[in-house]
């Protein structure tokens, strides 16, 4: 990497280049102001008016820093800065602005406004790069409302077809594909056709190792494989006084066992194994009702195929074990699967040397979460930078990271993507 130049029309010497940490956390605070909720949090589900509205509002700054923007057929915006070679595959970077239920101001939003961020600091400094540099927004990573997570991104990297991904529907019965055309983001880009030359991905940590061990940079090297299943036990709707207990064939008891079977097996599986039950619906859902169908979901993620190969197989025994103890119907349905990935070597290096070059104290670590990421790194060369976040908590409106972090994190993207754009 070079150390000190002029390079082109820019007066800034690369090495020294830096975002700007105020201005991008500024722009978090605004976009967490779309669906912000009583604890600071920010409640924003795939393709709602609130998904609009946060798109809308990234997409009108994408556009103000020069970029082009395109939409897919998945919904997945690209804004694109022009390179010197528009030939040149894009160098990309970005994240999802989709939230959870109870979700918090940083997962995904921080991956897309610190590309932004990326593509301003280039504007402030007149660096026009070699290759283009793009920003993505995937449509519906966080697979809350919509089932498969990585919706956008999946469609993208052809792990499953467009057609497949429209055609989910919420628990509504509310279609993808409907939801998105509601929102006006249905585009016609087509899905997955864009040549890809490396993608980097900014996100905060989501656990403790980073904070724990007091390091400002996750280099990330991959993630988890996950397995994701719908679960439902059929028992029999009966009157919750008269029906005497030998008699009952009870779903949410079926399902209770079922929770904690789940845990079980991720416990055989520690310290790697993780399992978790996050949703469920009883019906009838009524309090002298005993309960005659359940649906619930199960998370299933490891390191390892094989480990997670044998985790699967132990839940289905679990399942068919505890059907046949309480004369219940069960049927368990996988629904989302992808093996460990294992993230490109020089793509990785880019990144670690970003971080020592700007002095950031860093370790390699593997993502317990999904990402986008896992999905590109499947079609481009990919890796992830972390960064800590308060008490490695996320996927709640509490979710905090302190701003020097957020900072540091998008001056090793920014470098990351510089050393693959050239300048
Ligand atoms: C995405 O948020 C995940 O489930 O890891
Ligand atoms: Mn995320
Ligand atoms: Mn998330």
Same mark, same amino acid.
């Not at 030359?197 to 996950?226: C, M, N, S, W």
């Given at each position: 990497?070079?150390?000190?130049?002029?390079?082109?029309?820019?007066?800034?010497?690369?090495?020294?280049?830096?975002?700007?940490?105020?201005?991008?956390?500024?722009?978090?605070?605004?976009?967490?102001?779309?669906?912000?909720t009583?604890?600071?949090?920010?409640?924003?589900?795939?393709?709602?008016?609130?998904?609009?509205?946060g798109?809308?509002l990234?997409?009108?700054?994408?556009?103000?820093?020069?970029?082009?923007?395109?939409?897919?057929?998945?919904?997945?915006?690209?804004?694109?800065?022009?390179?010197?070679?528009?030939?040149?595959?894009?160098?990309?970077?970005?994240?999802?602005?989709?939230?959870?239920?109870?979700?918090?101001?940083?997962?995904?939003?921080?991956?897309?406004?610190?590309?932004?961020?990326?593509?301003?600091?280039?504007?402030?400094?007149?660096?026009?790069?070699?290759?283009?540099?793009g920003?993505?927004?995937?449509?519906?990573?966080?697979?809350?409302?919509?089932?498969?997570?990585?919706?956008?991104?999946?469609?993208?990297?052809?792990?499953?077809?467009?057609?497949?991904?429209?055609?989910?529907?919420?628990?509504?019965g509310?279609?993808?594909?409907?939801?998105?055309?509601?929102?006006?983001?249905?585009?016609?880009?087509?899905?997955?056709?864009?040549?890809?030359?490396?993608?980097?991905?900014?996100?905060?940590?989501?656990?403790?190792?980073?904070?724990?061990?007091?390091?400002?940079?996750?280099?990330?090297?991959?993630?988890?494989?996950?397995r994701?299943?719908?679960?439902?036990?059929?028992?029999?709707?009966?009157?919750?006084?008269?029906?005497?207990?030998?008699?009952?064939?009870?779903?949410l008891?079926?399902?209770? $066992?079922?929770?904690? *079977? =789940?845990? @079980?097996?991720? %416990?055989?599986?520690?310290? #790697?194994? /993780?399992?978790? &039950?996050? !949703?469920?619906?009883?019906?009838?859902?009524?309090?002298?009702?005993?309960?005659?169908?359940?649906?619930?979901?199960?998370?299933?993620?490891?390191p390892?195929?094989?480990?997670?190969?044998?985790?699967?197989?132990?839940? $289905?025994?679990?399942? *068919? =074990?505890? @059907?046949?103890? %309480?004369?219940l119907?069960? #049927?368990v /349905?996988?629904? &989302?699967e !992808?093996?460990?990935?294992?993230?490109?070597?020089?793509?990785?290096?880019?990144?670690?040397?970003?971080?020592?070059?700007?002095?950031l104290?860093?370790?390699?670590?593997?993502?317990?979460?999904?990402?986008?990421?896992?999905?590109?790194?499947?079609?481009?060369?990919?890796?992830?930078i972390?960064?800590?976040?308060?008490?490695g908590?996320?996927?709640?409106?509490?979710?905090?990271?302190?701003?020097?972090?957020?900072?540091?994190?998008?001056?090793?993207?920014?470098?990351?993507?510089?050393?693959?754009?050239?300048?």
């Amino acid at each position: 990497m070079r150390t000190s130049e002029t390079v082109g029309e820019s007066i800034v010497a690369p090495t020294s280049l830096k975002v700007d940490g105020a201005r991008l956390w500024q722009s978090l605070m605004e976009l967490a102001k779309i669906g912000a909720t009583p604890k600071g949090g920010v409640r924003r589900l795939a393709l709602t008016d609130l998904d609009r509205q946060g798109r809308d509002l990234v997409v009108g700054w994408l556009r103000d820093a020069g970029a082009t923007i395109e939409i897919d057929g998945a919904g997945n915006i690209f804004a694109t800065r022009r390179g010197r070679d528009d030939t040149s595959r894009v160098v990309l970077t970005g994240s999802h602005v989709d939230t959870q239920p109870s979700g918090g101001k940083f997962d995904g939003n921080y991956g897309v406004l610190a590309g932004l961020e990326v593509l301003r600091t280039l504007n402030d400094a007149s660096i026009v790069t070699k290759k283009p540099v793009g920003v993505a927004i995937w449509t519906n990573e966080e697979g809350t409302r919509f089932i498969p997570t990585m919706g956008g991104s999946g469609a993208f990297a052809r792990v499953f077809t467009l057609d497949y991904l429209l055609g989910q529907r919420d628990i509504d019965g509310i279609s993808f594909g409907e939801a998105l055309h509601r929102i006006g983001y249905a585009g016609s880009a087509p899905v997955g056709e864009r040549a890809v030359d490396a993608y980097f991905e900014a996100h905060i940590e989501q656990g403790p190792i980073l904070e724990r061990e007091d390091k400002v940079i996750g280099v990330v090297t991959g993630a988890l494989g996950q397995r994701w299943y719908d679960c439902s036990w059929t028992g029999q709707d009966a009157h919750a006084g008269p029906t005497p207990m030998e008699a009952r064939h009870d779903a949410l008891r079926g399902a209770s $066992r079922m929770v904690e *079977a =789940v845990n @079980a097996v991720a %416990l055989k599986h520690a310290p #790697d194994g /993780r399992a978790t &039950v996050g !949703f469920m619906q009883v019906k009838p859902n009524s309090r002298n009702v005993i309960p005659g169908q359940v649906a619930m979901s199960i998370d299933v993620r490891h390191p390892d195929d094989e480990a997670l190969a044998a985790m699967d197989r132990e839940l $289905r025994e679990a399942a *068919a =074990v505890i @059907a046949r103890d %309480l004369r219940l119907e069960c #049927d368990v /349905r996988q629904v &989302v699967e !992808f093996p460990a990935s294992h993230f490109d070597d020089e793509c990785v290096s880019s990144v670690d040397r970003a971080a020592e070059m700007l002095g950031l104290s860093r370790r390699k670590i593997v993502s317990g979460a999904a990402h986008d990421a896992v999905y590109l790194s499947r079609v481009a060369p990919t890796s992830m930078i972390f960064v800590p976040c308060k008490d490695g908590i996320s996927h709640n409106e509490i979710e905090d990271a302190r701003p020097e972090h957020l900072e540091a994190g998008a001056n090793v993207l920014l470098h990351a993507v510089l050393a693959r754009a050239g300048i």
